[in-house]
């Protein structure tokens, strides 16, 4: 009997998969086909939602991208019934497609199920190997030797601190305490990431999994997972995987028979960035506002309640299962010598194949950007990536064939992150790019520190005199005293790295902060206020189609003879440019 598989996350949805997948249901019952139809959650691949898996009754497999409800029923008649696959749609199979460089370069530990398994069902997780990893370790390690094999695989924190898990573990383990904890961090806030928002949606119980392990050895019988709210297909599948675990008997009391216990509880979080920083989260698990507060004491020692309490984020969590079943060895295999292992990253921006691709340590940016994400879109120059989202900052194209490790992005003034890459093209403006995300950070501020509070706004407000043609001179080496002020006087770590942005932009493409500010330009023609519009009379058809376009009436001239712009009217709406076909209008 062939399976069909509806790729129903967040992205799938958002593309319209809900309807896809009605058309499918629709087809089966009104034919009475006889196939088993299934949900899954995001494979990887994105930017080819909704995805569609066909699976035979020899087991090939073969993914459809783009389904719209059209599509699924000549893919119901066609493959389903007529056993006869429609290649041009198919973009993965036991066939080469030109989609394979997409994974060709990948290793997904963490998206090993992702788009694979029934994320609401705890036996399909079961039956690829799920729950195994607990059950050896409490037969076979005792929590040193658990903490120990963490140690061993190298693997760090993957929400952006990249702190040793290992020595994390360890430090919980000892603190002293007659009650312990343990948190998964899924506040997950910057712009452009959605890998663990996928991994919830697509896998639960690999996190929760991974979260019992870590229970067990540092001593905790209680924990949570912090999910913001915005996220609530991630939360539903949480509490359902949640329920099925209790059912089982695989959380609770005396799990697999052991002396362990753990319950788990979700706290839906109100989506404030600051609350990604450890000690505002747990204020915000324990009812009061998201606040940082000063370090020592950490969480290990000091945490939720006053107890100790280890703090991973979701994609940590998730290779923990892999890692026990597979060894620290075969995970230390991947990477360099200072970053084992594997990084799941969401590529965004402009980019010809957006997702999730989860890619070995020490892999360039060039090879993410061109081999996995097929390139810049619409065949732009490529100009930078954006890691690390609001706390991280921009890496030019010169600097592709970098290395992805701790090291090497922290060299830059970027930082890891928990691995959002935003890719930018020869049209985005560096300075304005600099403002929306300092825009973000002076937004998301709790106030808590004046530095963090009033400097931020200050910066923010040079960055808009800037990008409104009102820069002035001074203006450099001011935004550059103000980020130092506010990198050396917070206390978390969104004010310590909120000038990132500016300060990588200013070191790497200074060149057009000059230009906004002396010459009144924006090199790249993106900012509203710097750009003007003419028509060129030599190609300009006299079509007339820009006249009509344009919302202020700016545009002037007669049919068939070369129409002008009125740029005092002008609200540089770009709407000419959009409209002529002729390739007449400039922007300037």
């Known amino acids: 009997m062939k399976t069909i598989k509806v790729g129903l996350g967040t992205c799938g949805v958002s593309a319209g998969a809900e309807k896809t997948y009605e058309a499918v249901k629709l087809e089966i019952e009104k034919q009475n086909i006889q196939v088993v139809l299934k949900e899954t959650g995001c494979n990887g691949m994105c930017y080819r939602e909704p995805l569609v898996e066909v699976i035979d009754e020899n087991r090939n497999s073969y993914v459809y991208g783009e389904v719209t409800p059209e599509k699924a029923r000549r893919i119901m008649n066609e493959h389903v019934l007529g056993d006869t696959p429609i290649e041009e749609w198919i973009v993965q199979s036991t066939k080469p497609v030109e989609d394979d460089t997409f994974f060709k370069k990948q290793n997904r530990i963490v998206l090993r199920n992702c788009g694979n398994i029934d994320p609401n069902s705890i036996d399909e997780y079961i039956a690829v190997g799920g729950y195994q990893a607990i059950q050896k370790v409490l037969k076979e390690y005792t929590p040193e030797q658990v903490i120990d094999i963490m140690t061993r695989s190298g693997l760090r924190g993957r929400g952006g601190g990249g702190f040793l898990t290992g020595m994390k573990w360890k430090f919980a383990r000892e603190a002293k305490g007659d009650k312990k904890y343990v948190i998964c961090n899924a506040d997950e806030g910057d712009p452009g990431a959605f890998m663990d928002r996928s991994t919830l949606e697509s896998d639960p119980h690999s996190v929760l999994e991974g979260m019992m392990i870590c229970a067990y050895a540092i001593g905790a019988d209680e924990a949570y997972i912090y999910c913001r709210a915005e996220y609530p297909k991630a939360v539903q599948r949480l509490r359902h995987s949640i329920r099925e675990a209790l059912a089982r008997g695989y959380l609770g009391k005396n799990i697999f028979g052991s002396n362990f216990s753990l319950t788990i509880k979700v706290k839906e979080g109100a989506g404030a960035f600051v609350c990604g920083e450890e000690t505002a989260l747990i204020a915000s698990i324990e009812g009061k506002r998201g606040m940082p507060r000063f370090r020592p004491p950490f969480p290990a020692q000091s945490g939720l309640w006053g107890k100790p309490t280890n703090i991973n984020n979701v994609e940590t969590f998730a290779n923990i299962p892999w890692i026990i079943m597979n060894g620290p060895e075969a995970f230390a295999a991947f990477g360099t010598e200072n970053s084992k292992g594997t990084k799941v990253f969401a590529l965004a921006g402009k980019i010809k194949r ?205 049919k068939k003879k070369a129409h002008e712009i009125n740029t005092a009217i002008c609200v540089k709406c770009g709407k000419c440019l959009e409209t002529c076909k002729f390739n007449a209008v400039i922007k300037n």
């Not at 060299?411 to 973000?440: H, N, P, R, W």
């Open 354 to 558: 957006g997702g999730l691709a989860e890619v070995p340590m020490g892999i360039t940016i060039n090879e993410i950007v061109y081999e996995i994400g097929g390139g810049i879109k619409d065949d732009k120059k490529f100009k930078a990536v954006q890691m690390g989202g609001p706390s991280g900052g921009c890496i030019p194209a010169s600097m592709g064939d970098l290395q992805i490790d701790y090291q090497q992005i922290n060299q830059t003034g970027a930082i890891m992150g928990s691995g959002g890459l935003v890719v930018m093209d020869e049209t985005t403006c560096m300075v304005d790019m600099a403002k929306f995300f300092l825009m973000f950070t002076q937004d998301e501020s709790c106030g808590k520190c004046t530095f963090c509070r009033i400097g931020t706004k200050r910066m923010l407000e040079i960055l808009e005199r800037i990008t409104d043609g009102h820069g002035q001179e001074g203006d450099i080496e001011l935004l550059q005293e103000l980020a130092y002020q506010i990198k050396n006087n917070t206390i978390c770590g969104l004010g310590q790295t909120a000038p990132n942005p500016v300060l990588t932009t200013l070191k790497y493409f200074g060149d057009e902060y000059v230009a906004h500010i002396r010459d009144k330009k924006c090199p790249a023609h993106s900012c509203s206020a710097l750009v003007t519009y003419s028509i060129d009379p030599n190609a300009c058809k006299g079509c007339a189609m820009c006249i009509k376009a344009c919302p202020a009436e700016a545009i002037t001239g007669e």
